[in-house]
């Protein structure tokens, strides 16, 4: 979880969570109002994503298990993706309390959380960037007729799922290693620390490879997929135009989402890490002010967590459909369950028929992706 930046020249640790920065013109700069903007924005942002995020990745995590089985290497990504946003969702209420009083929880859930949440974070950009690779992949197998899926493909589609989140979890490392409890200046803090020979360039590092995998390497990939799932779909023949024309709509929207809400956190990453480097920041103000766009900026960013069950599943016809059966079967039998409390046992069972259990049965496997372009 990223925190308050600074430059610290006296101290033997490198850390970001402070009240106080020092400055190498100005002494000692006073970031409590700092902490004070925090301590109200951040919960408030945490909760209303915390909310909305809970709503639409546990209807796709609900609806995705509830199938016979996952029909694309997208539908396997998508439901990977719910359940890391929601792993990543329930790190905020920690974050929100940090905020507010500071770090109460000790050094082993502080390491715990940040690691989680750095894994998460990191396994969401990976898989969107999966899903990306496969819809060019679908669009090539569509044109050559190559669509038979079989147990390998199935038992690869897992190996893919299980390398991202093993890469995810490596790059979630760091946070796990060197997260730890400082009190400083009367308050705790859950926050990186780094040992005093190594805490510049590590720092620096981590920020560059953050910003590299988590942002500039999935934008390229997506945007190099994308548009050429947008140049098949517009020499497809036998497209009907509209159909066409939206699904591209829909790629260019996918496309402008991850830029409009990972685009500005990862600036003031990339500033950091410059600023960590060549020491460029030595106002106290402007200092400042780049923790306020930290904040704002990496909450503007877990909004993509929350955005993810609208663009990956419920753009999907086939998807919307099957929520729509879900909610009638679970509609049938409170119903049922309620006609089971003011009826007779004998009167239910005869009105349940064979014919009707097969239709029903039947029907919950027309379904053959759950995700359409």
């Not at 940040?114 to 044109?143: E, H, K, P, W």
């Not at 999935?218 to 023949?237: D, E, F, N």
């Not at 500005?264 to 400042?288: G, H, Q």
């Amino acid at each position: 979880m990223e925190d308050f930046y600074y430059h610290e020249e006296d101290e033997s640790s490198y850390s970001e969570n402070e009240t106080y920065d020092y400055s190498y013109e100005h002494g000692i700069c006073d970031k409590q109002e700092v902490r004070s903007f925090g301590g109200v924005f951040l919960p408030i942002i945490y909760a209303l994503a915390l909310v909305v995020g809970l709503a639409g990745n546990s209807l796709v995590v609900v609806v995705y298990m509830s199938r016979l089985r996952l029909r694309t290497l997208t539908d396997m990504c998508i439901l990977n993706l719910a359940i890391s946003d929601l792993l990543l969702l329930f790190t905020l209420p920690f974050w929100a309390a940090d905020a507010i009083h500071g770090w109460m929880l000790g050094v082993a859930a502080c390491k715990l959380t940040s690691f989680l949440y750095s894994t998460n974070f990191s396994c969401g950009m990976l898989l969107l960037t999966c899903i990306s690779v496969d819809r060019y992949r679908a669009v090539l197998q569509s044109s050559t007729g190559r669509t038979a899926i079989g147990q390998q493909v199935r038992r690869q589609w897992l190996l893919v799922c299980v390398a991202l989140w093993c890469l995810a979890s490596f790059l979630g490392l760091p946070e796990l290693i060197f997260s730890t409890v400082k009190i400083s200046h009367h308050r705790t803090g859950c926050t990186p620390i780094y040992p005093h020979s190594m805490a510049r360039p590590a720092k620096a590092s981590l920020e560059l490879m953050e910003v590299i995998l988590r942002f500039l390497l999935p934008l390229l990939i997506m945007t190099v997929c994308y548009c050429l799932v947008g140049q098949a779909l517009s020499k497809a023949a036998g497209v009907q135009r509209e159909r066409k024309w939206r699904a591209l709509r829909v790629l260019l929207v996918v496309v402008a989402v991850f830029l409009l809400t990972q685009l500005p956190y990862n600036v003031v990453k990339l500033c950091r890490a410059m600023d960590i480097i060549y020491l460029l920041v030595t106002d106290c103000e402007v200092s400042k002010g780049l923790d306020r766009a930290l904040q704002v900026t990496e909450s503007l960013a877990l909004t993509h967590a929350c955005i993810n069950p609208l663009l990956y599943a419920f753009i999907g016809s086939s998807f919307r459909g099957h929520v729509l059966k879900t909610a009638k079967h679970l509609g049938q039998r409170l119903g049922q369950h309620s006609r089971q409390l003011n009826e007779e046992p004998a009167v239910e069972m005869a009105l349940r028929t064979p014919g009707e259990n097969q239709s029903q049965s039947g029907s919950e496997d027309q379904d053959t992706t759950t995700f359409t372009i």
